[in-house]
């Protein structure tokens, strides 16, 4: 398939392929191949190098910005995924769902930054070096559990660490069926025993859990789980995930109040609380 085709495959929107194919046509060059070739090598293969140091100069010889140079070589590196997915025998509709991500990722950034594009490269050589799947609705990679306090667990112990791509709502059913789809791609490791499941996000941090309206999606997903640990986050890194927008101390009165979400963080703010992150487990 040609890069337009990958995307269209994914589902971009017709305005978002336009113009992250006029920026491959600046960057896929003969002067550039060679800083290609080395970010691909980076980002399949441990050991390699930065992926992230030749993208930067990449975007700039080329003049393209870097959130669009950015998706622009995750797409070109898509044939090359989808062909380690064959040889490992993973299903092919894994692999959609797992790369649908950068359908996810390429709305974020233009939500946030105003710009076709990404801006969390840093995430995706889990993807790229097959460690994170697309389960359903959930993201579930292999993780060394950190503690030595939770009974049944060893430090150092195979946990599935569960992440939670803002690619809708997040339903009772969908949760239920990523967890089986889940037990059913690790099963042969797992030996019939059940799956622990490790997730750290900011959906699971006490005080925000108590805005989440009593039988919402989000309250019932964050019930689910036993709290191990939480942390505040002065910096309120994960206000874009709500709001669109980063955090801002000044601007708090400009945030929107359109949803119950908005209306319930936004006050929680004003009243000079911080947004955090929450670390649960579960076995399902």
């Known amino acids: 398939m040609t890069a337009p085709e990958w995307m269209a495959r994914l589902g971009f929107p017709a305005e978002a392929a336009e113009e992250l194919e006029a920026a491959r046509q600046k960057i896929e060059t003969e002067a550039l191949s060679p800083l290609l070739a080395a970010a691909q090598e980076a980002l399949f293969f441990d050991g390699k190098g930065d992926f992230e140091v030749p993208l930067a100069e990449i975007s700039r010889v080329s003049g393209v910005r870097r959130e669009t140079a950015d998706m622009v070589f995750l797409v070109s590196c898509l044939p090359r995924l989808a062909e380690l997915y064959r040889e490992r025998a993973i299903p092919e509709e894994i692999f959609w769902n797992t790369m649908g991500d950068l359908r996810f990722k390429l709305s974020e950034c233009c939500k946030t930054r105003g710009v076709w594009g990404l801006f969390a490269t840093f995430w995706y050589p889990g993807f790229y070096r097959l460690e994170r799947f697309g389960l359903g609705r959930l993201q579930f990679e292999r993780y060394a559990f950190p503690r030595d306090d939770v009974p049944g667990l060893l430090k150092g112990q195979t946990v599935y660490n569960c992440h939670i791509p803002s690619s809708g709502p997040l339903t009772p059913e969908l949760v239920d ?19 622990p499941v490790y997730c750290a996000s900011w959906m699971l941090y006490p005080p925000q859990i108590a805005l989440f309206p009593e039988g919402s999606n989000l309250r019932r997903f964050a019930e689910r789980f036993t709290i191990l640990d939480s942390a505040p986050d002065p910096t309120n890194g994960n206000l874009w995930r709500v709001f669109d927008r980063p955090w801002e101390k000044d601007k708090v009165s400009e945030l929107p109040e359109d949803t119950t979400l908005r209306r319930a963080l936004k006050a929680f703010l004003q009243s000079g609380n911080t947004m955090g992150a929450g670390y649960g487990l579960l076995w399902v």
């Open 177 to 195: 069926d990523a967890f089986r789809r889940a037990k059913e791609f690790f099963a042969e490791e797992l030996h019939g025993a059940a799956m």
